[in-house]
């Protein structure tokens, strides 16, 4: 029998989930070297995870704080393929002690990276190889900043930005670089908009956030979307679909097969928009729209499967968890997973497997 080249080796591996992997480096010296210490390996394999269709290397992490904090993981593929009502399967997760405290407040994430907050520093961590980083102190005792969270590409490191936003309209931009051990300031966020709501969003070497003109409205007419380059660090403004004669009561800013996605909220439904080209206004598409249901609320989409299923997650302030739905556009149905163990308030947060070592 013919011995495998070691090219076909490493396109086999390339493929396989993260836990085979770091079981595979006990093979053989070569297999070790290639998973652990080989960049071109990990980016390669972060390429095949993203990019994978049957999304068998994206997962949803989940906090369970009944008794003691835990961390569970459920892959996607469970949550679309179960049936209406029926309980998601869940893996335990192993975590750094650090993690254990409640404080601990998932953001979002990026190639596999999750990003979070304990009080005055912020968490790096990778579930899929246990691997953890901690920033340098950060003062937020006063003003609690906005964040985001990214690659930058042309530099190859990811970044944290952090925003404080002041009463008299000023503002301060610090930015940490994972591998280093401190924060810089830069460039203010630009004046006379003030960003609103979640964490920036991260797109094509981009972070994204929704901002207020006059800083106090929210409805579409006086928000715009502010963009920071994570490689110069600069910003420009990014243009809003034409929503046409729809009445559009509220926005949120996502992102959804590494495009930026935004959910324009009327009284009774909820439009999903894709921007295909990044920071092309034309290039704007309606991809459906949603029907309001009352169990679900406002809700925001977290995935999206074989362009006809949304995962909608929603997190209103009177709810004891979040609530998940699966929307079939094609059908015109919904489904309710339940989540099981869960009781803690963190919004489900979706990330992909990765080897990315910039954790440890």
């Known amino acids: 029998m013919s011995t495998l080249s070691f090219d076909l080796v490493e396109q086999i591996l390339c493929r396989l989930p993260v836990k085979s992997l770091l079981q595979f480096q006990c093979v053989c010296k070569s297999w070790k070297s290639l998973i652990s210490d080989d960049p071109k390996f990990v980016k390669k394999h972060l390429q095949m995870s993203l990019s994978c269709p049957i999304q068998s290397h994206h997962h949803l992490i989940l906090k369970s704080s009944t008794g003691k904090v835990e961390y569970f993981n459920s892959s996607i593929s469970s949550v679309f393929n179960t049936l209406s009502n029926a309980i998601i399967t869940q893996t335990k997760l192993s975590y750094p002690l650090i993690l254990s405290t409640v404080s601990f407040k998932v953001v979002g994430s990026c190639h596999g990276i999750v990003f979070g907050l304990i009080p005055h520093y912020v968490i790096f961590w990778n579930p899929s190889i246990h691997k953890l980083k901690i920033s340098p102190i950060l003062d937020a005792s006063v003003y609690k900043p906005i964040y985001g969270f990214g690659y930058d590409r042309y530099n190859d490191n990811y970044k944290v930005v952090a925003i404080f936003c002041y009463e008299d309209g000023k503002s301060k931009v610090n930015v940490h670089t994972m591998g280093t051990n401190c924060w810089r300031k830069i460039q203010e966020f630009p004046c006379g908009v003030v960003p609103v709501g979640e964490s920036g969003k991260f797109i094509n070497g981009t972070v994204n956030w929704l901002a207020s003109e006059n800083g106090v409205e929210l409805n579409s007419s006086s928000l ?41 909220h009327g009284k009774s439904f909820v439009d999903i928009w894709l921007m295909k080209e990044y920071g092309k206004k034309e290039s704007w598409n309606k991809l459906f729209t949603i029907p309001f249901i009352e169990d679900i609320g406002c809700s925001k989409v977290a995935y999206i499967y074989e362009d006809e299923q949304v995962l909608l997650v929603s997190k209103a302030k009177d709810m004891l968890k979040p609530k998940l739905a699966v929307y079939d556009s094609k059908r015109d149905t919904f489904k309710l997973p339940e989540i099981a163990n869960i009781n803690n308030r963190m919004v489900p947060t979706v990330y992909v497997e990765s080897l990315i070592t910039t954790c440890s």
């Open 224 to 264: 715009c979307i502010v963009s920071l380059d994570l490689g110069n660090e600069s910003y420009q403004k990014i243009s809003q679909p034409d929503y046409g004669d729809v009445n559009v009561l509220s926005l949120t800013l996502g992102e959804l097969r590494d495009c930026l996605c935004i959910c324009a």
